[in-house]
């Protein structure tokens, strides 16, 4: 199927309109018609090849939302009219522990991600949903709740469930004290769903213009970390705090923040590796601790508490022609809280 887009055709240039095809539909995908796509930090990363050599053509995007119009003989999970999403990754080998276990962002293989990687024929290229169509295997795509704004839901496909997972592997919820680290596309999803979930939520943020933004998303307290004297008042405060910072920041500082078996979880990506003092990890048996993505269960009980929460993302809707605008404001840390995409636009 001949598809539109916007693709990146060399390192650090604009994006620009791109035409390519899908692939036919097998016997277990689905197409469909791409009604958003979010744009996630991640994607000017790889677009300017910040994180190591990519490849290209690239079509980046992957928060994707939108409607199944055709399914393969051997579809089961989806029918035509269907509102589904996709997300970071679309195959992974199937069989490893972690795949069984629902845990694909975690294949011992490496999962396939949604664009700039080959495909497990190893010659495909895969491109993502800066597009108008697409085609997914039916086991890496999720159903979407009926009440939920298509707009609102694409960013919940990564950003979303990059705090979600987290927020309930380390048991975030009633009489716990969590504190989340930034409040941009992110950090707002980490406040709503800590909050959702019955939580003490506190946002620590450099910008303190957003704590009106904070407070109506959830949080009960607002603490401006550009005054270093609230580190000190602060001190063994919280169970988790969620980073979701990608600057480079001192670690330690927030790490004095934690009570005692306290964990600091990692899910922004900084630039460079953080110093650690090893003594503030022993003065009160503190962890660090990563996150990535979800497994497809994963993502699917998010939108599914999303859908009885009625939890979306705070988006700001454009055209793909401003796609190049977006990536710079979103640098800059100048969208409340998530772009994303008309794809009836490319």
Not at 156 to 166: D, F, M
Not at 301 to 308: I, P
């Amino acid at each position: 199927m001949n598809t539109r887009a916007y693709a990146a055709l060399a390192s650090k240039e604009k994006l620009v309109p791109y035409e390519f095809n899908r692939r036919a539909l097998g016997a277990h995908d689905v197409a469909l018609d791409i009604a958003y796509a979010g744009i996630c930090h991640s994607d000017i990363h790889q677009a300017r090849e910040e994180w190591g050599p990519a490849i290209f053509p690239m079509v980046p995007g992957h928060e994707i939302a939108g409607t199944v119009t055709a399914v393969g003989s051997a579809v089961s999970k989806f029918k035509v009219g269907d509102r589904i999403g996709v997300g970071v990754f679309v195959d992974s080998c199937r069989i490893c522990e972690n795949c069984k276990a629902g845990l694909q962002q975690y294949c011992l293989e490496g999962m396939t991600g949604t664009y700039n990687q080959l495909e497990r024929d190893g010659v495909t290229v895969a491109m993502g949903g800066y597009s108008n169509y697409f085609v997914i295997n039916e086991d890496y795509a999720v159903t979407i709740p009926a009440n939920l704004p298509l707009e609102g839901v694409a960013p919940l496909l990564c950003a979303g469930i990059t705090l979600y997972s987290p927020i309930k592997h380390w048991g975030v919820g009633p009489g716990k004290k969590v504190a989340v680290m930034g409040l941009g596309g992110l950090g707002h999803m980490g406040v709503k769903f800590a909050a959702a979930l019955g939580a003490d939520v506190t946002v620590l943020s450099h910008s303190p213009q957003k704590e009106a933004d904070a407070r109506a998303m959830g949080a009960h307290s607002f603490i401006a970390t550009n005054d270093k004297e609230v580190f000190t008042k602060h001190a063994k405060t919280f169970d988790v705090i969620l980073n979701t910072v990608s600057a480079e920041l001192d670690i330690d500082l927030y790490l004095n923040l934690l009570k005692l078996d306290g964990t600091l979880v990692v899910i922004g990506l900084p630039g460079k590796p953080y110093a650690l003092n090893a003594g503030t990890l022993l003065n009160g048996r503190r962890s660090i601790g990563g996150s990535m993505i979800g497994g497809i269960p994963e993502l699917q009980e998010m939108l599914n508490f999303c859908g009885e929460k009625n939890i979306v993302s705070d988006v700001e809707v454009i055209k793909a022609d401003y796609i190049n605008e977006a990536y710079e404001r979103t640098v800059a840390s100048d969208v409340k809280y998530r772009f994303v995409i008309d794809a009836s636009t490319f």
